[in-house]
């Protein structure tokens, strides 16, 4: 320990030189180190968020004719308030059907009618009234099911007079 | 008779290799740990079976809040710098030094570029107190188109990442697709969440 020794007092006059131990207490360093350790393993986040990659249209200029598709091959999702998603086939007097975000909604149609339907078409149309979760649910529902064409296209006032009109 | 010795084990235990380890891992997560710039708005995503881990540079953020407020963020200083630059020509403002300084080191703004020369000439407490109007984006006033622009001129090898929250309403997601969609954007990416139990 670290005491200074006198001269005078003891009896035998020799210098001692003291063997310090050359082995440190690491009980407070230790402690140190799990109390960082215990600080970063707790704020890092391990999940860095995930993309999905989106690819949009372009948009349709002037001149530029669409091609053809047959009807009765379009299936059309509209995103409405609430969670709803309203679906229904084809063009002409479509029986409009409601369903929700869950496996035996959606997903199970999705499948259901591309299993049925050869080179299936699904357009996608979110209403005012639906929020930013339900876009990407129903993206993410295509991934899923592996829908291979698929496209996200706005509203017509004709899609907002069916789901009126539908009352469900 | 031999007597029966007892052996008496030191009770200090050789520490080293422990500490060894605790300083490996200390190290570790010091050095993986990233730290999070305090956003203006707290966005909660939406969760997706998506796998693509979003890039760890040259992405361009746009964030959607909650109100349908809209924030605008690009990674790398340099390019930071050089976008005000270009932002400041384009709407005939002068930047100083200092606030070319402080814009390349923010996180996501929300300001209208007019206000932002007031904006960074604030006091870092003030400027997080503020509460941001978010960027315009609408047909009359589009400065989202400005800022995408003018950063994709800065960094050609920029991504773009759409970071709204799951409340958001649809028509301001809408807009923001649709200002991508103007400027030749067709492929971005939508920044989700892991999907909880799968």
């Not at chain 1, 391990?46 to 053809?68: A, S």
């Not at chain 1, 909604?105 to 929020?131: P, Q």
């Not at chain 2, 979003?54 to 924030?71: A, E, Q």
Request: charged share 25%.
């Amino acid at each position: 320990m670290a005491e200074i020794s006198q001269g005078g007092g003891k009896k035998d006059s020799k210098v001692r030189s003291k063997k310090t131990s050359t082995k440190i207490d690491m009980t407070p360093m230790v402690d140190l180190a799990f109390l960082l350790l215990t600080f970063f393993v707790m704020t890092t986040t391990l999940n860095k968020p995930q993309t999905m990659e989106i690819n949009m249209p372009e948009e349709v200029k002037e001149g530029d004719i669409p091609p053809p598709v047959n009807e009765k091959k379009v299936l059309t999702i509209i995103l409405g308030d609430d969670d709803k998603v309203y679906w229904y086939i084809g063009m002409t007097d479509p029986i409009v059907e409601v369903t929700n975000f869950s496996d035996e909604g959606i997903r199970k149609i999705l499948l259901k009618k591309n299993a049925e339907i050869d080179k299936m078409v699904v357009l996608i149309k979110a209403t005012d009234e639906s929020r930013y979760k339900n876009m990407v649910d129903i993206l993410d529902e295509m991934n899923i099911t592996n829908m291979k064409r698929y496209v996200l296209v706005d509203i017509t006032p004709v899609d907002k007079e069916l789901i009126k009109e539908s009352n469900l | 008779m031999g007597k029966v010795k007892v052996h008496r084990a030191s009770t200090s235990i050789d520490m080293t290799p422990m500490v060894d380890l605790a300083f490996l891992l200390v190290t570790f997560f010091m050095l993986t740990a990233t730290a999070t710039p305090d956003e203006p708005v707290t966005v909660d995503m939406p969760t997706s079976v998506s796998e693509i881990p979003i890039p760890d540079i040259n992405v361009l953020t746009i964030s959607v809040g909650k109100d349908g407020k809209v924030y605008f963020n690009m990674d790398g200083k340099y390019n930071r710098e050089a976008l005000l630059g270009k932002i400041g020509e384009r709407y005939n403002i002068q930047f100083t030094e200092e606030e070319t300084k402080v814009f390349s080191v923010l996180s996501s703004t929300g300001i209208p570029i007019g206000q932002l020369k007031q904006f960074l000439s604030m006091e870092r407490e003030d400027r997080s107190a503020i509460n941001q109007p978010g960027i315009p984006c609408d047909s009359v006033n589009n400065e989202l188109k400005d800022w995408i622009i003018f950063s994709r001129m800065t960094n050609p090898k920029l991504r773009i990442a759409v970071k709204g929250d799951s409340e958001a309403n649809y028509p301001v997601i809408k807009t923001v697709i649709k200002t991508l969609i103007d400027n030749k954007v067709f492929r971005f990416n939508l920044i989700t969440n892991m999907e909880k139990g799968v």
